[in-house]
């Protein structure tokens, strides 16, 4: 068996892996403040109520964007499970390749994963969305290479940024309202926080498209939020709840069998 965890600003999501079949998954916020103790049990306790054999897993391979996290959940690893995680980025390459630019950055771990994921899962040329704490796009061209991306606020940061800086607007729930034109300060704010950021994401793919040339080009996405925004726009091909964790199993493949 094959544990995968995505480390995200939010939460960090763990899939078990035999051979391409997800055993089951399960998650637990990111926690700065959680021991490698809480997490070793808690890995610990997913196995046992499923009846997975601990001892089974070969394996364990992390790809994460909060660094504040590692040095616990690491210690959790070769607490509990007696292995030294792989991590992407540092010492596990993705192998997504780039158009040349003059720029020296790459992809977060995140990102990468998804990508690489969408690309063997689904084919070439690409546009990947990611809707976490922030939402992420990636266009990948016909030849699997990397050609660029945006990053803007997740709809649940913005919508939270609207709620702590207004003194009279209440929290509102991450739901799709009838119509634009509400009646009520909830309704309002519903419509102009997940409609307005529907519109903006579809204005991002169409844009993505005509800059990537246009063509046959799939949209895939991926995120908590995926599911709501790809049931109310027809510009969404697929929805893949377990992108990143797919990439992160096909990346450590690759690096095992040298391909």
Do not use: W
């Not at 995200?8 to 998954?25: A, C, K, P």
Request: charged letters at 20%.
């Amino acid at each position: 068996m094959l544990l995968v965890i995505d480390v995200g600003n939010t939460n960090m999501v763990f899939g078990i892996f035999h051979g391409d079949r997800l055993e089951g998954s399960f998650r637990m916020i990111t926690d700065e403040n959680r021991t490698s103790d809480e997490i070793g049990l808690h890995i610990c306790a997913y196995f046992s109520r499923f009846g997975l054999n601990l001892a089974e897993v070969e394996d364990v391979v992390i790809g994460s964007v909060a660094p504040q996290v590692m040095y616990t959940l690491s210690s959790a690893v070769v607490k509990y499970l007696g292995k030294t995680p792989l991590v992407l980025d540092d010492g596990l390459d993705p192998r997504l390749p780039y158009v040349p630019c003059a720029s020296e950055e790459r992809l977060g771990p995140d990102r990468a994963a998804a990508d690489i994921a969408a690309l063997v899962k689904y084919g070439a040329p690409l546009v990947v969305l990611d809707f976490g704490t922030a939402t992420t796009l990636d266009a990948l061209s016909g030849e699997g290479v990397y050609l660029g991306g945006c990053i803007t606020a997740g709809v649940r940061v913005s919508i939270d940024g609207l709620f702590q800086k207004t003194a009279l607007l209440p929290k509102v729930e991450l739901v799709k309202p009838d119509k634009v034109l509400g009646t009520t300060a909830v309704g309002q704010i519903q419509a102009g926080a997940v409609m307005g950021y529907i519109g903006a994401m579809e204005y991002l793919i169409r844009r993505a498209k005509e800059e990537m040339g246009g063509g046959d080009i799939k949209v895939i996405a991926t995120g908590g939020l995926a599911r709501m925004v790809a049931d109310n726009t027809d510009l969404i091909d697929i929805v893949d709840p377990r992108l990143v964790l797919d990439g992160l199993r096909i990346i450590y493949e690759r690096e095992r069998g040298g391909a």
